[in-house]
Protein backbone atom coordinates (compact mmCIF):
# COMPACT_ATOMS: atom_id res chain seq x y z
CA UNK A 1 0.00 0.00 0.00
CA UNK A 2 1.93 3.24 -1.14
CA UNK A 3 1.94 5.89 1.95
CA UNK A 4 0.68 9.72 1.64
CA UNK A 5 2.86 11.08 -1.20
CA UNK A 6 4.27 14.85 -0.65
CA UNK A 7 5.78 17.17 -2.97
CA UNK A 8 7.85 19.14 -2.95
CA UNK A 9 10.00 18.03 -0.22
CA UNK A 10 12.21 21.36 0.57
CA UNK A 11 10.93 24.80 -0.75
CA UNK A 12 13.05 28.09 -0.23
CA UNK A 13 11.74 31.39 -0.97
CA UNK A 14 11.67 34.96 0.08
CA UNK A 15 9.01 36.52 2.49
CA UNK A 16 6.17 38.18 0.66
CA UNK A 17 6.31 35.22 -1.82
CA UNK A 18 3.88 32.29 -2.39
CA UNK A 19 4.49 28.68 -2.15
CA UNK A 20 2.09 25.68 -2.74
CA UNK A 21 2.35 22.27 -1.25
CA UNK A 22 0.92 19.41 -2.77
CA UNK A 23 -0.69 16.02 -0.89
CA UNK A 24 -1.87 12.81 -2.20
CA UNK A 25 -3.26 10.77 0.90
CA UNK A 26 -3.22 6.90 1.03
CA UNK A 27 -6.00 5.32 -1.36
CA UNK A 28 -9.51 5.04 0.26
CA UNK A 29 -8.93 7.30 3.17
CA UNK A 30 -11.51 10.38 3.81
CA UNK A 31 -9.92 12.23 5.68
CA UNK A 32 -6.92 14.72 4.97
CA UNK A 33 -5.26 16.73 7.52
CA UNK A 34 -2.30 19.60 6.98
CA UNK A 35 0.19 20.45 10.25
CA UNK A 36 2.84 22.77 10.61
CA UNK A 37 5.73 21.50 12.83
CA UNK A 38 8.36 24.39 13.57
CA UNK A 39 11.38 23.57 14.92
CA UNK A 40 11.61 21.79 18.20
CA UNK A 41 7.39 21.67 18.82
CA UNK A 42 4.93 19.07 17.67
CA UNK A 43 3.17 19.30 14.73
CA UNK A 44 -0.25 21.54 15.25
CA UNK A 45 -3.14 21.39 12.77
CA UNK A 46 -3.75 23.53 10.17
CA UNK A 47 -6.82 22.52 8.39
CA UNK A 48 -8.97 18.74 8.50
CA UNK A 49 -10.75 17.58 5.31
CA UNK A 50 -13.56 15.15 5.69
CA UNK A 51 -13.83 14.29 1.56
CA UNK A 52 -14.23 17.43 0.02
CA UNK A 53 -15.75 19.51 3.12
CA UNK A 54 -13.70 21.52 5.89
CA UNK A 55 -13.98 19.91 9.19
CA UNK A 56 -11.71 22.47 10.98
CA UNK A 57 -9.88 25.52 9.80
CA UNK A 58 -9.88 27.10 13.18
CA UNK A 59 -5.85 27.35 13.41
CA UNK A 60 -5.26 28.48 10.11
CA UNK A 61 -3.73 32.09 9.03
CA UNK A 62 -6.86 32.60 6.73
CA UNK A 63 -5.08 35.72 5.20
CA UNK A 64 -2.66 34.19 3.90
CA UNK A 65 -3.02 30.73 4.03
CA UNK A 66 -5.65 29.07 1.92
CA UNK A 67 -5.77 24.80 1.17
CA UNK A 68 -8.65 23.17 -0.65
CA UNK A 69 -9.17 19.42 -1.85
CA UNK A 70 -10.96 19.42 -4.94
CA UNK A 71 -12.95 15.52 -5.98
CA UNK A 72 -11.61 14.27 -2.12
CA UNK A 73 -8.33 13.30 -2.85
CA UNK A 74 -5.43 15.66 -3.37
CA UNK A 75 -5.33 18.74 -1.72
CA UNK A 76 -3.12 21.93 -2.02
CA UNK A 77 -2.03 24.51 0.65
CA UNK A 78 -1.41 27.41 -0.32
CA UNK A 79 0.63 30.15 1.36
CA UNK A 80 0.69 34.06 0.24
CA UNK A 81 2.41 36.00 0.99
CA UNK A 82 5.00 33.97 3.19
CA UNK A 83 6.15 35.36 6.24
CA UNK A 84 9.64 34.65 7.93
CA UNK A 85 7.65 32.64 11.01
CA UNK A 86 6.09 30.21 7.94
CA UNK A 87 9.33 28.59 8.17
CA UNK A 88 8.42 25.03 9.25
CA UNK A 89 7.70 21.75 8.16
CA UNK A 90 4.28 21.08 6.07
CA UNK A 91 3.07 17.70 6.53
CA UNK A 92 -0.02 15.78 5.21
CA UNK A 93 -1.16 13.30 7.37
CA UNK A 94 -4.59 10.93 6.03
CA UNK A 95 -7.04 8.30 7.66
CA UNK A 96 -9.75 6.04 6.92
CA UNK A 97 -12.08 8.24 8.69
CA UNK A 98 -12.95 10.72 10.94
CA UNK A 99 -11.66 10.16 14.47
CA UNK A 100 -10.42 6.89 13.32
CA UNK A 101 -7.52 5.88 15.27
CA UNK A 102 -4.41 6.08 13.41
CA UNK A 103 -2.84 9.06 11.11
CA UNK A 104 -0.66 8.05 8.18
CA UNK A 105 1.90 10.98 7.68
CA UNK A 106 3.43 12.14 4.77
CA UNK A 107 7.34 12.47 4.77
CA UNK A 108 6.98 16.60 4.97
CA UNK A 109 8.00 19.31 3.07
CA UNK A 110 10.40 21.67 4.63
CA UNK A 111 9.96 25.55 3.89
CA UNK A 112 12.43 28.05 4.66
CA UNK A 113 11.10 31.35 4.33
CA UNK A 114 14.51 34.24 3.81
CA UNK B 1 -6.28 26.49 25.64
CA UNK B 2 -6.13 22.11 25.19
CA UNK B 3 -2.57 21.27 26.35
CA UNK B 4 -0.28 18.59 26.37
CA UNK B 5 2.52 19.16 28.13
CA UNK B 6 6.18 17.06 27.82
CA UNK B 7 9.71 17.71 29.22
CA UNK B 8 11.96 18.43 26.52
CA UNK B 9 15.07 16.64 27.44
CA UNK B 10 17.01 15.30 26.19
CA UNK B 11 16.61 11.97 28.37
CA UNK B 12 19.67 10.58 28.32
CA UNK B 13 20.04 6.51 28.73
CA UNK B 14 22.30 3.95 28.18
CA UNK B 15 21.86 0.86 26.01
CA UNK B 16 19.78 -1.72 27.98
CA UNK B 17 18.20 0.56 30.61
CA UNK B 18 14.44 1.12 30.54
CA UNK B 19 13.65 4.57 29.60
CA UNK B 20 10.49 6.27 30.91
CA UNK B 21 8.84 9.33 28.79
CA UNK B 22 6.13 11.16 30.57
CA UNK B 23 2.99 13.28 29.08
CA UNK B 24 0.69 15.50 30.98
CA UNK B 25 -2.88 17.07 29.05
CA UNK B 26 -5.47 19.46 30.22
CA UNK B 27 -8.72 18.24 28.63
CA UNK B 28 -10.23 15.64 30.86
CA UNK B 29 -12.55 15.04 28.01
CA UNK B 30 -9.98 13.54 25.80
CA UNK B 31 -10.54 9.37 25.51
CA UNK B 32 -7.59 8.37 22.92
CA UNK B 33 -3.77 8.37 23.49
CA UNK B 34 -0.52 8.56 21.18
CA UNK B 35 2.82 7.87 21.08
CA UNK B 36 4.36 9.08 17.76
CA UNK B 37 8.80 8.68 17.36
CA UNK B 38 9.89 11.00 15.17
CA UNK B 39 13.56 10.93 13.96
CA UNK B 40 15.51 13.98 12.95
CA UNK B 41 14.31 15.09 9.64
CA UNK B 42 11.59 12.41 9.07
CA UNK B 43 7.86 12.47 9.91
CA UNK B 44 6.00 10.94 12.86
CA UNK B 45 5.73 7.00 13.21
CA UNK B 46 3.07 6.03 15.14
CA UNK B 47 4.15 3.29 17.99
CA UNK B 48 1.44 2.99 20.20
CA UNK B 49 -1.98 3.77 21.46
CA UNK B 50 -3.99 3.52 24.37
CA UNK B 51 -7.61 4.80 25.44
CA UNK B 52 -8.24 2.89 28.94
CA UNK B 53 -6.42 3.09 32.24
CA UNK B 54 -3.65 0.67 32.91
CA UNK B 55 -0.59 -0.57 31.11
CA UNK B 56 -0.49 -1.67 27.54
CA UNK B 57 2.46 -3.50 26.25
CA UNK B 58 3.72 -3.75 22.54
CA UNK B 59 6.84 -5.54 22.40
CA UNK B 60 9.50 -3.50 24.42
CA UNK B 61 7.02 -0.59 24.78
CA UNK B 62 4.79 0.17 27.28
CA UNK B 63 2.39 2.99 27.64
CA UNK B 64 0.82 3.37 30.76
CA UNK B 65 -2.42 5.74 31.42
CA UNK B 66 -3.74 7.35 34.17
CA UNK B 67 -7.18 9.26 33.38
CA UNK B 68 -7.82 11.04 37.16
CA UNK B 69 -4.27 12.11 36.73
CA UNK B 70 -4.71 13.24 33.29
CA UNK B 71 -0.98 11.46 32.95
CA UNK B 72 0.13 9.05 29.93
CA UNK B 73 3.53 7.61 29.70
CA UNK B 74 5.64 5.16 27.33
CA UNK B 75 8.60 3.03 28.88
CA UNK B 76 10.94 1.24 26.77
CA UNK B 77 12.40 -1.65 27.90
CA UNK B 78 16.24 -2.26 26.99
CA UNK B 79 16.89 0.68 24.67
CA UNK B 80 18.46 0.53 21.53
CA UNK B 81 20.70 3.10 20.37
CA UNK B 82 18.28 2.78 17.29
CA UNK B 83 15.74 4.37 19.89
CA UNK B 84 17.38 7.57 19.96
CA UNK B 85 14.22 10.07 18.83
CA UNK B 86 12.46 12.48 19.36
CA UNK B 87 9.34 10.86 21.46
CA UNK B 88 5.63 12.79 20.47
CA UNK B 89 2.76 12.77 23.05
CA UNK B 90 -0.36 13.26 21.25
CA UNK B 91 -4.24 13.39 22.71
CA UNK B 92 -7.08 12.92 20.47
CA UNK B 93 -9.74 15.88 21.66
CA UNK B 94 -13.77 15.64 22.13
CA UNK B 95 -13.87 17.23 18.48
CA UNK B 96 -11.42 14.36 17.12
CA UNK B 97 -8.54 16.73 16.80
CA UNK B 98 -4.96 15.39 17.59
CA UNK B 99 -2.97 17.89 19.65
CA UNK B 100 0.33 17.12 19.99
CA UNK B 101 3.10 17.70 22.62
CA UNK B 102 6.71 19.38 21.69
CA UNK B 103 8.04 15.91 22.42
CA UNK B 104 10.74 14.65 24.47
CA UNK B 105 14.37 13.78 22.74
CA UNK B 106 15.70 10.19 24.07
CA UNK B 107 19.29 9.77 23.62
CA UNK B 108 20.77 5.87 24.38
CA UNK B 109 24.07 5.88 25.01
CA UNK B 110 25.82 2.43 23.57
Known amino acids: EAGVAQSPRYKIIEKRQSVAFWCNPISGHATLYWYQQILGQGPKLLIQFQNNGVVDDSQLPKDRFSAERLKGVDSTLKIQPAKLEDSAVYLC????????????FGPGTRLTVL | QKEVEQNSGPLSVPEGAIASLNCTYS??????FFWYRQYSGKSPELIMSIYSNGDKEDGRFTAQLNKASQYVSLLIRDSQPSDSATYLCAVMDSSYKLIFGSGTRLLVRP
Open chain 1, 93 to 104: ASSLYEGTDTQY
Open chain 2, 27 to 32: DRGSQS
